[in-house]
């Protein structure tokens, strides 16, 4: 169970955090899910949610999910702020690894994804998105083996780099 996966809303910062916890434990690695569906499908997450619609969108995380089995050796991966929705992707990060989640205040997350034209999620009201992430909330909530306290992005990065030491 060497596998930590990094949940949280849009804009909470889970590439950041999560690139500086991995470095954080030696031969540990990072890996960004969304990476991985862009370089899979050929295609940006605009394009994939324009192009082939949002279900396929979600197929390709959940593929993405499963291939993370072929990791070699510890890593902490950052999912996509919809990754956990499906009870079917919790089951798979449980099976491999343990969540971790990087809890941050709304309006942070806003001011850093409003009008982002790589976020076809976020394209939305303020209100909409409020509501969407507190939807989410509780959904991370319910999942995660460990909640990430507020913090610089050193001492976030700790905490996960701390789980992921433990599970070595
Ligand atoms: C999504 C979040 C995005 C990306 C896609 C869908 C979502 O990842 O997976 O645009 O449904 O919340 P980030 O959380 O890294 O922005």
Redesign the pocket.
């Known amino acids: 169970m060497n596998l930590i996966y990094l949940c949280?809303?849009?804009?909470?910062g889970?590439?950041t955090v999560g690139r500086a916890a991995a470095c954080l434990v030696p031969g540990a690695g990072f890996l960004?899910?969304?990476d991985r569906?862009v370089e899979r499908e050929g295609l940006s997450?605009p394009e994939i949610?324009s192009q082939k619609g949002e279900a396929s969108?979600r197929d390709a995380?959940t593929t993405a999910l499963l291939e993370t089995s072929d990791l070699r050796g510890p890593a902490v991966i950052?999912?996509?702020?919809?990754?956990l929705?499906s009870e079917r992707n919790v089951s798979i990060c449980r099976s491999k690894g343990r969540i971790a989640f990087l809890d941050v205040p709304f309006e942070i997350c806003y001011q850093r994804?409003r009008s982002d034209p790589?976020?076809?999620?976020?394209a939305r009201e303020k209100s909409a998105l409020r509501e969407l992430y507190e939807k989410?909330r509780s959904i991370y909530l319910r999942h995660c083996d460990i909640l990430v306290e507020d913090g610089t992005i050193d001492e976030r990065a700790e905490q996960i780099a701390a789980l992921l030491r433990k599970e070595l």
Do not use: S, W, Y
Not at 78 to 83: L, S
Not at 118 to 122: D, H, K, L, S
């Open positions: 949280g809303f849009m804009g909470c889970k590439t960004d899910l969304d569906i997450i949610f969108f995380e950052a999912t996509g702020g919809g990754a929705i994804i790589n976020r076809p999620v976020a989410r």
